[in-house]
């Protein structure tokens, strides 16, 4: 009897380490994974629409000056190449407007 009931304690005492194991990885998980941020965020839905917000314009403005920098390299590319009758035809009325609207500093009809 002695026996089956140190059995039955060492199985306690087995199962609440193992318990107790798991519930600490749990929480080291939990830790790296951040779940308190999210959760704090969740809480307070008018800082995520303003980090949503800010984000968004922070990406718009990427997406517009990298745009901004490849088709002005496509424009420098596509210039070098004005052998072409109907891109440099293209190009040139391009470079009219532009010096048209340099010149008049104002807006200007096509």
Do not use: C
């Amino acid at each position: 009897m002695v026996k089956e009931k140190s059995k039955a304690t060492k199985k306690k005492r087995n199962l609440m380490e193992s318990l107790n194991h798991n519930v600490r990885r749990l929480a080291k998980n939990m830790e790296t994974a951040r779940v308190d941020e999210y959760v704090s965020l969740l809480k307070r839905p008018w800082k995520i629409l303003g980090l949503n917000f800010a984000i968004g314009v922070v990406r718009g403005f990427g997406i517009a000056v990298g745009m901004t920098i490849v088709v002005a390299l496509v424009m420098y590319i596509i210039s070098k190449m004005v052998n072409l009758p109907i891109i440099g035809y293209f190009i040139a009325q391009i470079v009219e407007i532009v010096d048209k609207y340099l010149k008049e500093g104002t807006r200007f009809k096509m």
